[in-house]
């Protein structure tokens, strides 16, 4: 059974900076490419980055410049930095399994964990 459980959420102040981890089990965490979404409050899902088994970068022109996707293969665990926090930031963070063909299509989803940007 694939199990994302993500964690570093909480309340951050604008400007400031976050780490998110995703533990992953289940899989052979080295092959595939993975990907980070997010929700806020009244909106719809949004892609915001993904690593290719590879370790090609790929990032939504929201954080572009502000974002940084990582994996350590070793640890099964994928991170997701954000500098210059925004209030447009708060969400509930997904970490996700993709469909091969397509980064932005969830096939397995942890719980997620909450981020929210307020001074």
């Known amino acids: 059974e694939v199990k994302l459980l993500e964690s570093g959420g909480g309340l951050k102040q604008p400007g400031g900076s976050l780490r998110l981890s995703c533990v992953a089990s289940g899989f052979l965490f080295s092959s595939y490419p993975l990907t980070w979404l997010r929700q806020a409050p009244g909106k719809e899902v949004e892609w915001i980055s993904s690593?290719?088994?590879?370790?090609?970068?790929y990032y939504a022109d929201a954080l572009k410049g502000r974002a940084s996707i990582s994996r350590d293969n070793a640890k099964n665990t994928l991170y997701l930095d954000i500098n210059d926090l925004k209030p447009e930031d708060t969400a509930l963070y997904h970490c996700?399994?993709?469909?091969?063909?397509?980064?932005?299509?969830?096939?397995?989803r942890g719980q997620g964990t909450q981020v929210t940007v307020e001074s």
């Open positions: 690593i290719s088994s590879g370790g090609k970068t």
């Open positions: 996700v399994l993709p469909v091969s063909t397509n980064y932005t299509i969830p096939r397995v």
